[in-house]
């Protein structure tokens, strides 16, 4: 009789672990099925490119987290003057095999130069005498207007959906934001912000937490360029606001030998391209605009810290000034030495990661 229940008493046992084992086997995939459906961001890429290479790596960046189903770019508008900017956005979009992507050029803006890579990449001729990164929007070809493109993105979005990401000047934005009632939407610029984008996530400022000290700020690029346009931007701007200061780009740099070495595997590429003509190879190049685009897709994974919400200053000069506020909807990013260890190892990854739909 004994040995019976002990019998009976195992095989409860067996079923009991094997249930509890079901369970865990059932929780599992309905996580993971609720990671896989979590709706990707939408983006919309607002850039200065051509000033500067960490723009052709944000897009990098970008591309890489919707091959991963992270994220999807809506449209990308230009900021800097130079026809060629665009179409090098464009060059970028279809090697990423994304040729569609809307993009939108800048009217009357700053920095006409070429700079150091946009026109000299999309030139290079292959062997046969064609382009070697081809593209659609030649830079003598008409585009949408940046401003207008924006209206017409946000107002096909639903509510509150939208990140704007912002890596170069704030003249889109504040163009935007004056922006009368249209076609696309009967909300003036600062209500259809409201309406849309539930958050910007911008490269921009420096302040007095970083090492430099009190008294001592840097006047950050972006805001130099166009100073009236970013302080009417970061001061008024009607949702949640996100900056990455220069400090914090500075800190987190791109090795050389990750652009020597981890493109082999993909032929030639718009962007490995971009940045051996940006400087003179091996350099370790900052990561200023790929912050914002981490932050923007990927905000709950740890990689930065933030502070209380609170308000920004511009000066006259371009110098920021933040203070916490429990009325004010901005944060400023931040990181230890361990986040940005992480943070390098993320953008060598993503940076380099091969196109899914070339």
């Not at 076609?183 to 539930?198: A, C, F, M, P, T």
Request: with cysteine; hydrophobic share 40%.
């Amino acid at each position: 009789m004994n040995k019976v229940l002990e019998f009976y008493r195992q095989g409860f046992q067996s079923w009991v672990k094997h249930v509890v084992g079901m369970m865990v086997l059932v929780g599992l995939f309905i996580g993971t099925f609720a990671l896989q459906a979590a709706e990707p961001v939408k983006l919309i890429f607002d850039t200065d490119i051509g000033n500067d290479v960490d723009d052709a790596l944000a897009l990098a960046v970008i591309h890489a987290l919707q091959d991963r189903g992270e994220c999807e770019l809506l449209a990308v508008t230009v900021s800097k003057q130079s026809p060629y900017a665009a179409t090098y956005v464009d060059a970028v979009n279809t090697y990423y095999g994304r040729p569609d992507i809307p993009i939108g050029r800048v009217k009357d803006g700053r920095t006409p130069e070429s700079g150091k890579y946009v026109e000299a990449v999309v030139m290079t001729k292959n062997k046969q005498g064609g382009l070697l990164y081809p593209y659609d929007l030649g830079p003598q070809q008409k585009a949408p207007e940046a401003v207008a493109l924006l209206r017409k993105t946000l107002a096909a979005q639903p509510d509150a959906s939208v990140v704007l990401l912002v890596v170069g000047f704030s003249t889109n934005v504040v163009r935007l934001m004056d922006t009368p009632a249209d076609e696309y939407s009967d909300l003036n610029g600062v209500e259809l912000i409201k309406k849309k984008v539930r958050l910007m996530s911008m490269m921009a400022g420096s302040f007095d937490f970083e090492p430099r000290g009190p008294g001592k700020e840097r006047i950050e690029y972006n805001v130099k360029v166009d100073i009236p346009s970013a302080k009417k931007v970061i001061e008024n701007w009607p949702t949640e606001l996100v900056l990455s200061p220069w400090y914090l780009g500075n800190s987190i740099k791109i090795p050389a030998v990750s652009m020597e070495r981890d493109y082999a595997h993909s032929g030639p590429s718009p962007v490995q391209h971009a940045y051996r003509l940006y400087g003179k190879m091996p350099y370790d190049r900052p990561c200023y605009d790929l912050t914002s685009v981490l932050q923007a897709v990927r905000p709950n994974r740890g990689y930065f810290s933030l502070t209380l919400p609170g308000k920004v200053k511009v000066s006259d000069a371009g110098r920021t000034f933040f203070a916490e506020d429990e009325q004010g909807h901005t944060r400023v990013m931040l990181a230890n030495e361990e986040q940005r260890i992480r943070v390098r190892e993320a953008f060598v990854f993503l940076c380099s990661q091969p196109p899914l739909r070339k």
